[in-house]
């Protein structure tokens, strides 16, 4: 089952994908066939820095959606990359432009962009944050340390070894429990 809006696609329009750690689903510059809905794994949308260093722009889980944009361009801007092995559905490009005659498609696929929009400047102000313990505990206020510590920092822009020490201290202070190796909570 694809979540709204997706799911008022035909599927004549859907090819299924599964793919290993490690597989590339496209590269940046690729022509664009479509967008993609995960549906078991995760994906990490990368871009390559001038200096060959690799940074995540987004990162898609189960249930969620990527290459959005790819919609209205002719290549991909970034590649994609799957960092826990699983199923993706890739939804072709023309399908998608032609659900836009359904308003409730075109309102249900501008809400989305609008939320990711909206997380997307959360994280250019929580990275904008100079002091590395607050940039880590701004990340753990918006409840981004899903994954292991070293997606944590990639993420926050931070060395894993910076994200380490302040969540020692964090710990130290009373502010942050850690019921077992790599788990991090808020105290409420």
Not at 42 to 47: K, M, P, S, T
Not at 75 to 96: F, N, P, Q
Not at 106 to 121: D, E, L, P, S, V
Not at 156 to 180: C, T, W
């Amino acid at each position: 089952m694809l979540p709204n809006p997706y799911d008022h696609i035909p599927s004549s329009a859907l090819r299924p994908i599964s793919g290993a750690v490690g597989d590339t689903v496209f590269h940046q510059g690729d022509p664009t066939h479509g967008l993609y809905v995960v549906q078991t794994g995760r994906v990490h949308l990368e871009r390559v820095d001038p200096d060959g260093e690799r940074f995540i722009i987004h990162r898609a889980q189960a249930g969620t959606s990527f290459a959005e944009a790819s919609v209205f361009s002719e290549v991909y801007h970034c590649d994609a990359v799957i960092v826990e092995a699983g199923a993706l559905i890739r939804i072709d490009k023309a399908s998608v432009l032609a659900a836009f005659a359904d308003p409730a498609f075109a309102r249900a696929y501008g809400r989305q962009a609008a939320q990711q929009i909206q997380a997307q400047r959360q994280m250019l102000e929580i990275v904008g944050i100079r002091r590395a313990e607050d940039r880590v505990m701004a990340g753990l206020i918006a409840g981004l340390l899903e994954g292991s510590i070293v997606e944590f920092a990639a993420r926050l822009q931070l060395s894993h070894e910076a994200i380490y020490r302040a969540l020692r201290k964090f710990v130290q202070d009373g502010r942050v429990m850690n019921p077992s190796r790599g788990i991090y909570h808020l105290h409420p």
